[in-house]
């Protein structure tokens, strides 16, 4: 089941040393930043794209979703397979080289299917990164400490985001001061064009630092059951587990991915900001506060977890989106930009937190040799549900619901009404049978 490059070890194998796991944990969370900004720094070129390719909305929102999620989700089951069996590390060093090359020749399309293929490419190319990372992680260390680890890697998801808002929205800021801008062997390009270039290539960097990351051995993996070891008997032995956990997070990330990609587009539009008002505002907050609150949970679900409480990572997940809920509702409705802003401050605390304790509670729920095909499959659903529908969904409200393309607030706020209570209260249903599956590996075999 294992390569040469990812050997087997028992359960009682010495775990690597904190330094040498923490770094790898570095390495992949800069992947994992690098990969937010590059899926969306779209958000912040809405207008100059469509003003330059003529393109309307709904578009715009096929590109952000449906053109990255389609592959980003159908490679992602494949990939998985390969992480259970060759070196992850390779395949995370080929993903990013794939994902970051096909950033920069986003800036290079002149029509629409030039974009959508472009972006095809990126999703292809981060299909590989979070499958492999989360196996790697979650052999480095212990059960009952990889959920702060696995937080902190999914932390970037927030950082990333923001980032892309920050210094993505001060580069469009400056570089559309020209109406052109010259790049050494392209020629004269678009400043939209430019910062996708520009972007891209800078990500080639995790190549070089991947090189000086240790892959890990494989761990409990010796799991054997009369109904067999595979993927699809361990996910129907646990299925009231997966498909309540899946069918709350898959609802949920349409919620996430309608925010994070029209949130922009809604200061800008709503209160007149510039891009790089936007990013320098709203990006600090999704930076600073969506950052702490990943982090802040998995360390809260770890201590949990250390001192013997079950399902830690469930119980957050699920009451930090039900918190979450009033909130955004509030920011989309605000009479002003600073008044949403101070709103989504405390928001991004709890929208955040589910990002790395939903698949750590996949990863203490499997066994280590369906670690990755378990965490591709967890990011196929969410891909394929929450990439493809969540942008959409809102260009729709928006253009068929309130027929005003200002009205992106109201269009946010009536999506989180509905969506926010069900996927809460499916994940917090998930936790007794996520316990009877703990509760399997735990037997000796």
């Known amino acids: 089941m294992a390569s040469a490059a990812a050997p087997v070890a028992g359960p009682a194998s010495d775990w690597p040393r904190p330094a040498r796991s923490w770094f790898a944990v570095a390495v992949l969370t800069l992947g994992y930043t690098v990969s937010f900004i590059d899926r969306t720094i779209l958000s912040l070129l809405i207008d100059p794209i469509k003003a330059d390719l003529a393109l309307s909305d709904t578009q715009i929102a096929l590109l952000q979703g449906l053109a990255f999620g389609l592959f980003y ?19 995370v060093a080929i993903g990013v080289t794939t994902w970051c090359l096909a950033t920069a020749a986003c800036g290079l399309a002149g029509n629409f299917w030039h974009l959508f293929l472009a972006r095809m490419g990126v999703g292809a190319g981060e299909a590989s990164l979070s499958p492999a990372a989360i196996s790697m992680i979650g052999d480095s260390f212990p059960a009952e400490r990889r959920a702060f680890p696995i937080s902190v890697y999914s932390m970037a998801s927030s950082v990333g985001a923001g980032l892309a808002l920050m210094v993505g929205g001060t580069v469009v800021q400056a570089i559309t001061a020209q109406p052109r801008f010259a790049l050494p062997l392209i020629g004269e390009v678009a400043p939209w064009q430019a910062t996708f270039i520009i972007v891209g290539l800078a990500g080639l960097v995790v190549v070089l630092l991947l090189a000086f990351v240790t892959e890990p051995v494989r761990r409990e993996v010796l799991v054997r059951e009369e109904a067999g070891a595979g993927l699809i008997p361990h996910l129907r032995r646990n299925r009231a587990f997966h498909l309540r956990h899946l069918g709350g997070m898959a609802l949920y990330c349409v919620l996430i991915y309608g925010v994070l990609s029209w949130m922009p587009a809604y200061f800008i539009r709503t209160f007149g900001w510039t891009p790089g008002q936007v990013g320098l505002r709203y990006g600090f907050v999704v930076t600073v506060f969506g950052g702490i609150g990943l982090a802040g949970a998995g360390w809260l679900s770890s201590r949990l977890a250390v001192r013997g409480v079950r399902a830690a990572s469930l119980k957050i997940t699920g009451w930090s989106i039900l918190i979450v809920t009033p909130l955004l509702i509030a920011a989309c409705l605000a009479n002003d930009g600073w008044s949403a802003v101070f709103i989504l401050a405390p928001a991004m605390l709890f929208f955040t937190a589910s990002g790395g304790l939903a698949v750590s509670a996949l990863c203490e729920a499997a066994p ?78």
């Open 368 to 445: 280590g040799n369906l670690r990755g095909r378990t965490a591709a499959l967890y990011y196929f659903v969410l891909g394929i549900v929450g990439l493809t529908v969540g942008p959409v969904s809102v260009a729709l409200i928006t253009e068929h619901v309130f027929h005003d393309p200002a009205a992106l607030g109201p269009a946010i706020a009536l999506a989180t009404g509905i969506l926010g209570p069900i996927a809460g209260l499916l994940v917090l249903s998930a936790i007794k049978p996520f316990g009877r599956a703990v509760d399997v590996l735990a037997k000796p075999i």
């Open 73 to 91: 989700t159908v490679m992602g089951m494949p990939l998985g397979w390969l992480v259970d069996r060759t070196s992850r590390k390779r395949v």
